[in-house]
Structures are given as structure tokens and as C-alpha cells.
């Protein structure tokens, strides 16, 4: 992972109140690192967001897993 995506996920992970679980961070990291790199990363964690908002399949995990998006969704709408 690129310095800039390492960066990202500190901020993300950082700027949450509550600590994600393991499986949540495991998640948001895959989905990372899944991106091309050209991505709009914020666009790409809104429409996860949307996805997730749309599941009827909720647990700790796929919350965990939303707030580090919309964190992530964010920050970067502020650079």
C-alpha cells in the first residue's frame, strides 16, 4: 500500500471515536486497496456507504465498517 492510502487509513481509523474491530478494519483495508489508484476515493466511500445504507443485513461489524467510509468520505471532501 502506498504511503498516501497508509495515510488515509490513519486518518480515517484516527479520527473515529469508537476503535473498529478487526473484521471492520480487515474490510476497509481490502476495499483500499481494491481501488485503481486513479479513484476518487471519497465518491468510491459514498457509494459504499449507499450500498451498506441499502442492506437489510446490519451488524457491528458492517457499522464499523460505514463510519470508517464516512470518515473517510470526509476528509477527503475537505482536500
Do not use: Y
Not at 16 to 45: K, R, S, T, Y
Amino acid at each position: 500500500m502506498g504511503s498516501h492510502r497508509a495515510d488515509l487509513v490513519g486518518r480515517a481509523a484516527s479520527t473515529i471515536c469508537h476503535q473498529p474491530g478487526p473484521e471492520a478494519m480487515n474490510l476497509f483495508l481490502a476495499w483500499l486497496v481494491w481501488l485503481p489508484d486513479n479513484a476518487d476515493i471519497a465518491a468510491e466511500a459514498k457509494a459504499e456507504i449507499e450500498r451498506i445504507d441499502r442492506s437489510t443485513a446490519v451488524n457491528g461489524t458492517v457499522i464499523d465498517l460505514r463510519n470508517l467510509l464516512d470518515t473517510l468520505a470526509r476528509s477527503r471532501a475537505t482536500h
